[in-house]
C-alpha cells in the first residue's frame, strides 16, 4: 500500500525559496510516476510538476524555468525545489504517486503541505 507524507512547505516570503519533499513508504517507489499538484483556496487541483520511472519530467507552463522535481528511489523520496516563489504560489501542495506500472492504474495522494509566500 502506498502511503506518501510531504514536508517541507512554510511560510516563505516573495522572491525565495522553498523544497518539499514526500516519502513514500509503498514498496514498489522505483516504478510509480511521481508528481506535485496545488490547490489553491477557490481553485482546483492543478498540476505543477511530474516525474517518470525513467526521469522524465514535465512542468506546468506557470512554474516552468523556476520549479524542478526529482526524485531519489534510494530514498523513496520525491522532491520539488521552487525558486523566485511568487504569492500567487501559494496554494497547499499535494504529493502524487501514480502505478503507472500496474494493469489498472492507480493514484495516490499525500494530506498536503501548505505553501503561503507573502508579497
Known amino acids: 500500500q502506498v502511503q506518501l507524507v510531504e514536508s517541507g512547505g512554510g511560510l516563505v516570503q516573495a522572491g525565495g525559496s522553498l523544497r518539499l519533499s514526500c516519502v513514500d513508504s509503498?514498496?514498489?517507489?522505483?516504478?510509480?510516476?511521481m508528481g506535485w499538484y496545488r490547490q489553491a483556496p477557490g481553485k482546483q487541483r492543478e498540476l505543477v510538476a511530474t516525474?517518470?520511472?525513467?526521469?522524465?519530467?514535465n512542468y506546468a507552463d506557470s512554474v516552468k524555468g523556476r520549479v524542478t522535481i526529482s526524485r531519489d528511489n534510494a530514498k523513496r523520496t520525491v522532491y520539488l525545489r521552487m525558486n523566485s516563489l511568487k504569492p500567487e504560489d501559494t496554494a497547499v501542495y499535494y504529493c502524487?504517486?501514480?502505478?503507472?506500472?500496474?494493469?489498472?492504474?492507480?493514484?495516490?495522494w499525500g494530506q498536503g503541505t501548505q505553501v503561503t509566500v507573502s508579497s
Open positions: 509503498g514498496s514498489i517507489f522505483s516504478l510509480n510516476a
Open positions: 502524487n504517486a501514480k502505478s503507472t506500472w500496474a494493469p489498472v492504474i492507480r493514484d495516490y
Open positions: 516525474i517518470t520511472s525513467g526521469g522524465s519530467t
